[in-house]
């Protein structure tokens, strides 16, 4: 079983949720919050073909960890938490967004290093081969011989 990326998973809850985070207007019944949008892990677990618990677990265990926060007034931003008001498992959609957006920033990075990385080796292979042709087409030496010293 291939384990999704941080990366796999927020790209997933994004293109399920994005709709539902924008959809939201105060007093409809639909959530409670407007910024902790509630998510299904079995939905996302299915879209990537792995157990929801894995999901879950990521997003709960790790990702709170890594990007939930305490504000100076001690009040906590959550990544990712249980229940918010009568909503279960909910998602902090704009701060999700931001970690998101830098997640894809690091990725585009580490795509561009690499190509040009890339594009140096053939560049080095390619000049290589033509000095290897180029004196190798030449038999002739560039030392004096016996024969062209006495000339």
């Known amino acids: 079983m291939r384990i999704p990326t941080d990366l ?3 790209n997933t809850i994004y293109r ?3 709709s539902d985070f924008v959809a939201f207007e105060r007093g409809d019944g639909a959530r409670d ?3 902790y949008v509630p998510i299904d892990c079995k939905k996302i677990a299915g879209e990537l073909k792995v157990d929801p618990d894995i999901v879950f677990g990521r997003l709960y265990y790790h990702l709170e960890k890594q990007y939930g926060y305490k504000q100076d007034d001690g009040s906590n931003v959550h990544f990712f938490a249980r229940k918010v008001g009568n909503d279960p498992r909910c998602i902090n959609f704009p701060l999700m967004t931001s ?6 920033q690091e990725k585009r990075k580490f795509w561009i290093g690499t190509a040009i990385a890339i594009l140096a080796l053939v560049v080095s292979a390619v000049s290589l081969t033509v000095s290897v042709t180029q004196s190798g087409g030449s038999n002739k030496s560039m030392l004096p011989t016996v024969e062209a010293a006495a000339d």
């Open 8 to 10: 796999e998973i927020l």
């Open 16 to 18: 399920i949720y994005h």
């Open 33 to 35: 919050s407007r910024i």
């Open 99 to 104: 970690v998101l957006a830098g997640l894809r």
